[in-house]
């Protein structure tokens, strides 16, 4: 095999994943791993655990393993274009490759706001982000949380265990939005409510009002004016996508690709927050799969198919799991039926709830409230397209055990597996 | 190759000794409840799946992750409670369901094979549950797994 050369923009789950998959079918290539942030990969999901003091060490690989893994580093080195077989870097330097993976994740949407850029603003996606939440903290009382999404609810409880008065402000009319259904949404909202945390839905931050050069309230489209020490964006994630924009590639809200995770440029990947890959349940549409799962199993189909060893690929599946300030939540797939081809499966206790979402003859989504240990057998059923005429017997009040899943056992769905222009 | 527990659901009598014996050596007691290995029982078709960890040769749990709390060795899935946030990842990436969430502690709990000898396979006495040596990757291992159910529900 000829030493064909790899080079990886990114540093994270995307980026890390592909390189294993890479070296699991090729020990010979050249493989140069490029990123913006100084330190060695660490792990962005502990960030509101290092903010409350939790954990220090956010690290996810051991040391040595770059070298274990027979790879060149550059990192706080930004990769500023895509040059024909060439990457450019922050320093003028210029990286060949025979195949390159965009892995450069996202950033924090920030909302147009008046004083937004005020001292005491913060996003959380880095350590230095973090860092500076920490840095931030002595003294500070009152905290505000714009956006009522995943990052939201991890941040409320990293503050709320520091002792600080949160308070969130959600345009939509309850937290999660996008990732539960208003059932389970209030439910969650009720623990948070009870818990102390004050939550204004259908609210927005009108205006940041500083003083002395720090923020100290925000106005909001409501009339309030709540007392902040600390404010922290949570409105959701826009992928990086100027790299890729610079090589010509087709970009939308991400950058687009196939099932194979390849952009309108055939020996060019993209996997992670900054990609807009084939949806599994929403056929001929794309999604940006934005959760840390997705960008691990992204970066692995990437890195395989860059090796030249692709793999049946699934599409994105959306799904998530969080333990808020009381009970875990867990959401995979759909969290509404698309028509009126389905139906939901509702339980509900007092602690517990639970919706299976089947359409036509197949399970397509779920949203577990407290117990959420039939998430894997429903995730694994809903990737491999099982349909429910599949199952031995299929019992729509008792939980989804592996067992009804194993017969048959079915590999993946070859569908995808077709390369399709990007287009 | 390495050991695993090697279940097979033809023998299994639905006794419910290897989750006694579980949970006496996990947790000191005998709460079958909180036992890493369960048996699920389909009165219908007069079934019974013991299930527990596949030790899975590229474990989606280890590779999901994001705390370094589950870290991937030869024929074991090693769990490194102190790393362990408690985020649940790993209970949807397991297509097997069969890591548990442990309330108290607020971290999963998932086989560890006793270290290298299991005490639930020592307490099965019709030997639905075996400790040997086998060569089967992951999938093959779900398949393998797969192929006895069927036969189990043919049976």
């Not at chain 1, 939790?54 to 274990?68: F, K, M, S, V």
């Not at chain 1, 992204?298 to 599946?317: D, I, K, N």
Request: proline share 6%; net charge positive.
């Amino acid at each position: 095999m000829s030493e064909k050369q790899f080079v990886l923009i990114g540093n994270s789950a995307a980026s890390l994943a592909a390189l294993e998959a890479i070296r699991r079918s090729d020990q010979a290539a050249s493989i140069t791993l490029v990123a913006d942030e100084p330190m060695p990969a660490y792990s962005r999901v502990l960030l509101p655990y290092f903010v409350s003091g939790e954990r220090a060490d956010l690290t996810i690989r051991p040391t040595g393993y770059y070298q274990r893994m027979n790879a060149k580093t550059l990192l706080g080195r930004p990769a500023v274009r895509i040059e024909k077989n060439t990457v450019l870097l922050d320093d003028g330097s210029a990286l060949a490759f025979d195949r390159l993976l965009i892995a450069t994740g996202s950033r924090a949407a920030v909302p147009a706001v008046e004083g937004i850029d005020t001292p005491g603003v913060f996003a959380l996606k880095s350590i230095a982000d973090a860092e500076r939440i920490r840095d931030s903290l002595s003294g500070a009382r009152n905290a505000v949380i714009l956006g009522g999404g995943l990052i939201c609810l991890l941040v409320v409880r990293a503050l709320h265990r520091l002792g600080l008065n949160v308070t969130l402000l959600i345009s939509s009319n309850r937290v999660l939005s996008r990732m539960l259904d208003a059932e389970s949404a209030l439910r969650v909202q009720r623990q948070l409510t009870e818990a102390g945390v004050r939550i204004e839905t259908r609210t927005d931050a009108a205006r940041i009002l500083a003083k002395d050069g720090r923020v100290r309230a925000v106005a909001t489209t409501t009339g309030l004016e709540l007392p902040a020490d600390l404010i922290i964006l949570a409105k959701g994630i826009r992928a990086n996508t100027d790299l890729a924009g610079t090589g010509g590639l087709a970009v939308s809200r991400g950058v687009e690709v196939n099932g194979q995770l390849q952009t309108s440029r055939p020996d060019v990947y993209s996997a992670g927050d900054c990609t807009e890959a084939p949806d599994l349940l929403l056929p001929g549409k794309r999604t940006i799969g934005g959760t840390w799962f997705e960008a691990v199993w992204q970066g692995e189909a990437a890195g395989a198919a860059m090796a030249g060893a692709p793999q049946p690929s699934y599409g994105v599946l959306k799904m998530n799991v969080m333990e808020t300030l009381g009970a875990a939540v867990a959401s995979i797939g759909l969290t509404e039926i698309p028509d009126q081809d389905g139906r939901t499966i509702v339980r509900a206790h007092n602690e517990s709830y639970r919706k299976l979402l089947v359409w036509r003859d197949r399970i397509v989504g779920a949203v577990l409230v407290g117990d959420v240990s039939e998430a894997g057998p429903i995730a694994s059923l809903i990737r491999r397209g099982i349909t429910l005429s599949e199952f031995a017997r299929f019992d729509p009040s008792q939980p989804i055990r592996y067992p009804d899943l194993a017969l048959p056992w079915r590999p993946l769905p070859k569908r995808n597996l077709e390369v399709q222009p990007a287009v | 190759m390495s050991r695993m527990i090697v279940v097979d659901p033809v023998k299994c009598t639905n006794c419910h000794m290897c989750e006694l014996a579980c949970s006496l050596v996990t947790t000191g007691a005998f709460t079958p409840g909180k036992s890493r290995i369960r048996v699920h029982a389909f009165p219908a078709d007069f079934k019974h799946i013991p299930l527990t960890c596949f030790q899975c040769a590229s474990a989606p749990c280890a590779r999901v992750c994001p705390a370094g709390a589950l870290l991937q060795g030869e024929g074991l899935v090693r769990f490194v409670k102190e790393a362990c946030i408690g985020c649940r990842m790993c209970m949807l990436a397991c297509p097997f369901g069969v890591i548990a969430f442990d309330e108290p502690t607020g971290v999963i709990s998932k086989c560890d094979t006793c270290g290298g000898d299991p005490e639930c396979v020592k307490f099965c006495a019709p030997k639905a549950l075996e400790f040997r040596e086998s060569g089967l990757a992951e999938a093959p291992k779900g398949r393998d797994f797969a192929r006895r159910v069927a036969d189990a529900a043919k049976a």
